[in-house]
């Protein structure tokens, strides 16, 4: 009698909500996922099994173990696994990671697949584990001295075939649309030196987020920055943005001088398209609509209740709010801007490079990109004190913002001209509370790991500290102008 399809490797046991499962490609099983430094926990199979036990597994497991929730990454063969499974059984799924998902495996190479195992079982698994780990020469070589000879003995032809009968002319965009219509994130990570699953990103109808490994090849898994918990970040930053609708407008004193200091900005002659990126509570937005009343302007926020403010003080009909991830809109809009602009929200996008391309491409030729951007220094009272009061440096969300020389290079490549200028602003508060207050109020607290930072005798001592380096609690704030004019005849 053969052992459960799928183990944990992971201690002691695994969690109930938004459990990381790991779907393997074609021709490996989970043990695989130890070849990653560091290793992960996994919920995944201890064998090679065909792609239906797989999937049957896999409910049978999380009806065992009580699991509510998970998180799927599905590798190869493995993403569209975890695309059918998705499909099949989405009150399940919180988020799915699809990492070296080809678009398409013609038959032709699926039959010389098939004739390549005929002929040579051995000879020809151990090329394509070659090709799977070119790239990756140290993780290659233990990979051979590891696992090899466990393959070549454990996998069955019927498996192997029965993995070729599911990927004989399969389609991604197919698999795809099966989930469109659900709430959980989908991610699509590929290599650009992957030569099983040659990237093309072409196929994305708008269902994914992207991300481009520029060196990375087939196993994604192992790739330094690859993040299986990408989805949380994004909606921890839309969870702490939808409570603060109510409070925002009271509180967001920074954000409304930044809006200012940026309708200063606005060009003269008055654009016909607009697109908003991160509208908010819609400050900014109403400012947009005052000064061009003639224009058609397209806003986006991701958080619902904030959007929800924002419509209620549109000015004249020619807004339109879309509530979606402005990352996303921009990967797959259709429609040119003459003007696109973010007050105090690209800092939270995931990827800004691929941002600045995007946006570069979305404007029409002679089109203005403006937005304020806070930066790195900002908060900087803050974070020493909670340094001096934990003992030990401290990460605060907005270490990982862009400062003035990363913006530069981000955005230089895609305008004709780009002009940033930095500007500072500090604000007092009648104590620690109040300072705090704002942060929460705001939804500017963004995403953090790791152990609490204040307790009550640290939040006490913090306060002192604050009165003893400035006989008060204040703070500053860092902000960046980023302005960016598209050459006219720029068809980008």
Not at 193 to 204: F, G, L
Not at 295 to 319: E, I, P, S, W, Y
Not at 465 to 474: L, N, Q, T
Request: proline letters at 7%; aromatic letters at 10%; charged letters at 25%.
């Amino acid at each position: 009698m053969r052992p459960n399809l799928f183990t944990y490797l992971g201690a002691p046991s695994p969690p109930i909500r938004d459990c990381p499962v790991f779907l393997p490609g074609w021709g490996f099983d989970g043990r695989v996922t130890g070849l990653a430094a560091p290793s992960r926990p996994w919920l995944t199979t201890n064998y090679p099994a065909p792609p239906g036990e797989i999937l049957a597994g896999l409910d049978e497991a999380l009806a065992q173990l009580t699991i509510e929730s998970i998180v799927l990454v599905g590798w190869s063969l493995g993403a569209y696994l975890a695309l059918d499974f998705a499909a099949a059984h989405p009150e399940k799924v919180g988020a799915l990671y699809l990492l070296a998902a080809r678009d398409h495996w013609p038959p032709a190479e699926i039959t010389a697949i098939r004739q390549g195992l005929s002929a040579d079982r051995g000879g020809f698994l151990r090329s394509f584990y070659r090709k799977c780990f070119l790239g990756y020469r140290q993780v290659g070589l233990a990979f051979r001295e590891n696992l090899e000879e466990c393959y070549l003995r454990d996998l069955s032809p019927p498996t192997l075939n029965a993995g070729l009968d599911y990927l004989d002319d399969i389609r991604l965009v197919e698999r795809l649309a099966h989930c469109e219509s659900h709430d959980f994130p989908i991610y699509r990570l590929e290599g650009a030196k992957d030569i099983i699953a040659p990237p093309n990103a072409a196929t994305n109808d708008g269902t994914t987020f992207d991300q481009l490994f520029r060196h990375g090849g087939h196993p994604l898994f192992l790739e330094p920055d690859f993040d299986p918990e990408q989805h949380r970040r994004k909606a921890t930053i839309r969870r702490k943005f939808s409570r603060a609708a109510a409070t925002y407008d009271e509180h967001a004193n920074v954000q409304k001088e930044a809006a200012a200091r940026l309708a200063a900005l606005l060009p003269e002659a008055a654009p016909a398209t607009i697109l908003e990126l991160g509208c908010g509570t819609g400050n900014y937005t109403r400012r947009l609509a005052e000064r061009y009343p003639s224009a058609r302007l397209t806003a986006l926020d991701f958080a619902a209740a904030m959007l929800a403010v924002a419509r209620d003080k549109a000015v004249g009909k020619q807004v339109t709010f879309h509530c979606q991830d402005a990352e996303l809109f921009l990967s797959t809009a259709s429609e040119s801007y003459d003007l696109i602009t973010a007050n105090a929200t690209l800092q939270w996008f995931d990827d800004l490079e691929r941002t600045a391309a995007l946006i570069a491409e979305r404007l029409n030729p002679g089109g203005a990109f403006l937005a304020t951007i806070f930066g790195p220094d900002g908060l900087q009272e803050l974070h020493d004190g909670l340094a001096a009061v934990n003992h030990a440096d401290v990460t605060l969300p907005i270490d990982a913002f862009p400062d003035q020389g990363q913006l530069q290079a981000l955005f230089s490549p895609h305008f004709a001209r780009v002009d940033i200028t930095e500007w500072r602003l500090q604000r007092r508060y009648p104590n620690l509370t109040g300072l705090l207050r704002h942060i929460r109020r705001t939804g500017t607290g963004g995403p953090r790991q790791g152990a609490a930072l204040l307790d009550r005798p640290r939040f006490a001592a913090l306060e002192q500290w604050f009165i003893k380096e400035f006989g008060e609690c204040r703070v500053s704030y860092q902000i960046f102008t980023v302005k960016g004019i598209k050459e006219r005849g720029d068809n980008r």
